[in-house]
């Protein structure tokens, strides 16, 4: 169940973001890195899931 966690925590992250994206100034190079990893963690994570409900 943690890759569910993470998914979970991963979309509330994205949600997050989207919301309050107009009200960020630019982040953090640092920052920025991390919530990139961290969206296409998502992004990948989803595409695996996918792949095991179709077989």
């Keep these: ?11 509330e992250l ?5 919301c309050h994206w107009a009200a960020l100034t630019p982040l953090l190079a640092d ?3 991390i919530v990139d990893k ?4 998502k992004h990948s994570m989803s595409h695996i899931l996918r792949a095991e409900l179709l077989d």
């Design 1 to 11: 169940m943690r890759s569910a966690e993470s998914l979970a925590a991963l979309v």
């Design 14 to 18: 994205r949600f997050t973001l989207r």
């Design 31 to 33: 920052t920025q890195n």
């Design 38 to 41: 961290l969206l296409v963690a």
